[in-house]
């Protein structure tokens, strides 16, 4: 499994930007799609995006879609999450997720992630 430690969560004004980091532990994740999900308090988790392991295409969920951006850089070995024109309702714990190693295709399906970060606060205020 790969270790995943997520940063760069905080507090922020509605119409701010935060950009969130995820680093792991091995570069063997490179090869492997990446995704971010979050969850509200009260709410089941959710997608958020999703990053392929080789080709970079990237998919979102239709509410971030526009506003977020995913990426990657393998060199460093870390994924980003660029959140742009944030709104009170994304205000979550955002997850960082690996699929296995090898297996570049993404999933919108958080059981077809092996590997998880702790978690990253994000507080929007109004």
């Known amino acids: 499994q790969v270790q995943l430690v997520e940063s760069g969560g905080g507090l922020v004004q509605a119409g701010g930007s935060l950009r969130l980091s995820c680093a792991a532990s091995?570069?063997?994740?490179?090869?492997?799609?990446m995704g971010w999900f979050r969850q509200a308090p009260g709410k089941e988790r959710e997608f958020v995006a999703a990053?392929?392991?080789?080709?970079?295409?990237?998919y979102y969920a239709d509410s971030v879609k526009g506003r977020f951006t995913i990426s990657r850089d393998n060199a460093k070995n870390t994924v980003y999450l660029q959140m742009n024109s944030l709104r009170p309702e994304d205000t979550a714990v955002y997850f960082c997720?690996?699929?296995?190693?090898?297996?570049?295709?993404?999933?919108?399906?958080?059981?077809?992630?092996?590997?998880w970060g702790q978690g990253t606060q994000v507080t929007v205020s109004s």
């Open positions: 990053i392929s392991g080789i080709v970079l295409s990237t």
């Open positions: 091995t570069r063997a994740f490179e090869k492997s799609a």
């Open positions: 997720a690996a699929r296995s190693v090898g297996v570049a295709t993404p999933s919108r399906r958080e059981y077809e992630y092996t590997s």
